[in-house]
């Protein structure tokens, strides 16, 4: 089993950063990718960037140059530092671990970018 527990949401003006957290336990495999998926009101739940060992991070375009996300293998722990928040940026952030048989979620975290 693999439990995962995200922190760092908040609310935030637009221009501004937030840094998500989400700390892995359980049968971690670096090999794997962990990565974070969004889900705004009324909408799909939908990729925002993944990494994997030995690899780049993956990025949703509307996130490329302002998203970057990384990994601390030895903690088993994900980061995401977001910066030149925008208002369309809100929604409920969610830390994902894939293994071979199925994907784990955290419990999500909210993120409200306004004014």
């Known amino acids: 089993q693999v439990q995962l527990v995200e922190s760092g949401g908040g609310l935030v003006q637009p221009g501004g950063s937030l840094r998500l957290s989400c700390a892995a336990s359980?049968?971690?495999?670096?090999?794997?990718?962990m990565g974070w998926y969004r889900q705004a009101p009324g909408k799909q739940r939908e990729l925002v960037a993944s990494i994997t060992s030995g690899r780049r991070g993956n990025y949703a375009d509307f996130v490329k140059g302002r998203f970057t996300i990384s990994r601390d293998y030895a903690k088993n722990t994900v980061y995401l530092q977001m910066n030149s928040l925008k208002p369309e940026d809100t929604a409920v952030y969610y830390c994902s671990y894939g293994s071979t048989v199925r994907t784990y979620w955290g419990q999500g975290t909210q993120v409200t970018v306004s004014s």
């Open positions: 359980g049968s971690i495999s670096s090999i794997n990718p």
